[in-house]
């Protein structure tokens, strides 16, 4: 059975830093894109990052792009979002998430979220 | 920017009832299309991709259509368990979502 599990969140003051954690099991972690997707409350949903299965290639949108970092450990199966210079804007539950293929980026299962709070 | 359009944004129905939920896209996304259902306090879960292939272990119920800009979510006999709120994404450029259709019981 495919799991992910998110960890990390918390409050944290702005401008500050958070990295968060995603533990995979019940498949071949390395053989998959992943992605870290996220949800203001009582929001929408807002892609936030994508790496490939080496861990070479990463993606952003704008809205984060210079300030927050996705890497991989393929040997622990994990998924991590380094956040820097954190804004009130940032304030949302983060969901890691799986892409089933490379060639088309939906996402195929999501962890349960954590959820990170931005506040003086 | 592909920006995505759903409507309506809410949505009443009754049991055993058809619904369609529509989805529209600023710019040509071809099928680079997905649904997602979102219950209160989950995650969400992938109901269709690629416009109207469905996802393993989803109910037949639920099917999409559409192509270029004009996508649709159907579900043909409307059950409890089915209230939720349901997300488009486009993936044909970055990923864009739409801002959902929450579907309650009448």
């Known amino acids: 059975e495919v799991q992910l599990v998110e960890s990390g969140g918390g409050l944290v003051q702005p401008g500050r830093s958070l990295k968060l954690s995603c533990a995979a099991s019940g498949f071949t972690f390395s053989n998959y894109y992943m992605a870290w997707v996220r949800q203001a409350p009582k929001k929408g949903l807002e892609w936030v990052a994508t790496i490939s299965t080496s861990g070479s290639r990463t993606y952003y949108p704008d809205s984060v792009k210079g300030r927050f970092t996705i890497s991989r450990d393929n040997a622990k199966s994990s998924l991590y979002l380094q956040m820097n210079s954190l804004k009130s804007e940032d304030t949302a539950t983060y969901y890691c998430?799986?892409?089933?293929?490379?060639?088309?980026?939906?996402?195929?299962?999501w962890g349960p979220g954590t959820m990170v709070t931005v506040s003086s | 920017d592909i920006q995505m359009t759903q409507s309506p944004s809410l949505l009443s129905a009754s049991v055993g009832d058809r619904v369609t939920l529509n989805c529209k896209a600023s710019q040509n996304i071809y099928k680079n299309l997905a649904w997602y259902q979102q219950k209160l306090g989950e995650a969400p879960k992938l109901l269709i991709y690629n416009a109207n292939s469905l996802q393993t272990g989803i109910p037949s119920r639920f099917s999409g259509s559409g192509s270029g800009t004009d996508f649709t979510l159907t579900i043909s006999s409307l059950q409890p368990e089915d209230v939720a709120t349901y997300f488009c994404?486009?993936?044909?450029?970055?990923?864009?979502f739409g801002a959902g259709t929450k579907l309650e019981l009448k």
């Open positions: 994404q486009q993936y044909y450029s970055g990923n864009t």
């Open positions: 998430a799986r892409l089933d293929t490379v060639a088309y980026w939906y996402f195929d299962f």
